[in-house]
């Protein structure tokens, strides 16, 4: 069973930046693969980003692509989300969450509890 810590989210505004991080504990960190999510009120949940257990794969979905960079440190069982240029579109609660796949598509069994990202002047 693998346990997700979103942090770093808050408010900032836009044309700012944040990073968010995902700590995991529980499991064999680097047997998993990774992705970035987030949910806007009333909104369908979307995928940002992912990124496989090696870190030779990643991608990006076109929300933020340009805008983020994903990245994991398997000695600190942590990923790590990068966004720039933040807009008051990017405002929901983002996620990370663990998959066992070594291979897209990746069906993600673990989930955090959300960090909540506000953009607005």
């Known amino acids: 069973q693998v346990q997700l810590a979103e942090s770093g989210g808050g408010s900032v505004q836009p044309g700012g930046s944040l990073t968010l991080s995902c700590a995991a504990s529980g499991g064999t960190f680097n047997r998993y693969a990774f992705g970035w999510f987030r949910q806007a009120a009333g909104k369908e949940r979307e995928s940002l980003a992912e990124?496989?257990?090696?870190?030779?794969?990643?991608w990006y979905g076109d929300s933020l692509k340009g805008r983020c960079n994903i990245s994991r440190d398997n000695n600190k069982n942590t990923v790590v989300l990068q966004m720039n240029n933040l807009k008051p579109e990017d405002t929901a609660v983002y996620y990370c969450a663990a998959s066992p796949g070594v291979l897209p598509p990746f069906e993600y069994r673990y989930w955090g509890q959300g960090t909540q990202v506000t953009v607005s002047s």
């Open positions: 990124i496989s257990w090696s870190g030779d794969f990643r």
